[in-house]
């Protein structure tokens, strides 16, 4: 967003954006799967004359996808995302507007209005991240954010932010923080969408796009990975797709690393002749040995895998 696209006024005081979230498309393959929970999200958000949008939260283990749903639907709506990232310092004015020392001659400080305020003047979408890690006298702002005043207050701007009609909410939340959420927030936020780990099938396609570069291998690999996974303990189905992700990853990086020299090239290097750590490090040529070394200390050296 250029600066003169980001500041704009409110009670004459010249008041910052927050940026939105692009994701690099290099770093975002295919989407796959979760067909149900994209209709579900989409379907709560459809507004018109006599209804307002929900706000749906989203529930699941660390890493099964959630934030990855949300930017795939901002993508399918063509809306900006913003997004805030919840820990348990927030305070109810970091979710409206903060200050900054500014850039600009002759001014000491810069208001910033948060990526929530920010989604509600443009009509974009605010994703909260983590939010059962709020404390709920922080959450207490989004009160009236959530039902039908759809508006918030700055005590620093001293003034009542109305939503834009096209403003959409969504947040998250790991399933071991749902409890913390006081019932002011969970009665405002429906419906509750459970994220669960996608099925073997959808690991599976999930791997394969990872790893287009290495098609003939790929089969074997996949099958190496599971065979370990239940060899330790895992039930079939209940990985999370960023585990199995970096799984995946690690192993090439092991495999390039291997490619680049290994540790004799590494140990010969130094502040003249450095290593070379952007070497075309991609998905390619994985080693069964190197899956068996990345599971091992992915998994293995960690404690034992959850049913």
């Known amino acids: 967003m250029a600066e003169n696209d980001s500041k704009i006024s409110m009670r004459n005081k010249k008041v910052y954006q927050s940026e939105p979230f692009s994701p690099r498309a290099e770093y975002f393959n295919k989407f796959t799967g979760r067909e149900s929970e994209l209709r579900f999200v989409t379907a709560a958000w459809i507004a018109g004359d006599s209804s307002l949008p929900m706000s749906p939260l989203l529930i699941g283990e660390p890493g099964v996808g959630k934030n990855r749903l949300i930017y795939e639907l901002a993508q399918k709506t063509g809306r900006q995302l913003y997004i805030f990232q919840g820990h348990e310092?927030?305070?109810?004015?970091d979710l409206a507007?903060?200050?900054?020392?500014?850039?600009?001659?002759?001014?000491?400080?810069?208001?910033?209005i948060s990526p929530l305020v920010t989604a509600m003047y443009n009509g974009g979408i605010c994703f909260i991240d983590e939010i059962g890690k709020i404390r709920p006298r922080?959450?207490?702002l989004l009160?009236?954010?959530?039902?039908?005043?759809?508006?918030?207050?700055?005590?620093?701007?001293?003034?009542?932010?109305h939503a834009h009609p096209g403003f959409r909410f969504v947040a998250a939340t790991n399933t071991a923080d749902l409890n913390l959420l006081p019932e002011f927030i969970i009665s405002r936020m429906r419906p509750q969408i459970n994220i669960g780990y996608p099925p073997r099938e959808e690991i599976d396609d999930i791997l394969r796009e990872q790893c287009k570069g290495i098609k003939k291998e790929v089969e074997k690999l996949i099958d190496l990975f599971w065979m370990l996974w239940t060899d330790h303990g895992g039930k079939i189905g209940a990985i999370a797709p960023r585990d199995a992700i970096y799984l995946f990853g690690w192993a090439s990086k092991l495999s390039s690393f291997e490619t680049t020299g290994g540790p004799k090239t590494l140990m010969e290097?130094?502040?003249?002749?450095?290593y070379q750590l952007t070497e075309g490090h991609s998905f390619t040529g994985i080693r069964p040995e190197h899956l068996k070394q990345?599971?091992?200390?992915?998994?293995?050296?960690?404690?034992?895998?959850?049913d």
């Open 89 to 93: 310092d927030v305070t109810s004015e």
């Open 97 to 112: 507007c903060t200050v900054r020392f500014s850039d600009q001659t002759g001014s000491v400080m810069d208001y910033m």
């Open 138 to 140: 922080a959450l207490a």
């Open 143 to 161: 009160v009236s954010v959530l039902d039908e005043r759809r508006y918030i207050d700055s005590t620093l701007l001293g003034e009542r932010i």
């Open 269 to 274: 290097s130094s502040l003249e002749k450095p």
């Open 294 to 306: 990345a599971f091992q200390k992915l998994f293995t050296d960690r404690p034992a895998i959850k």
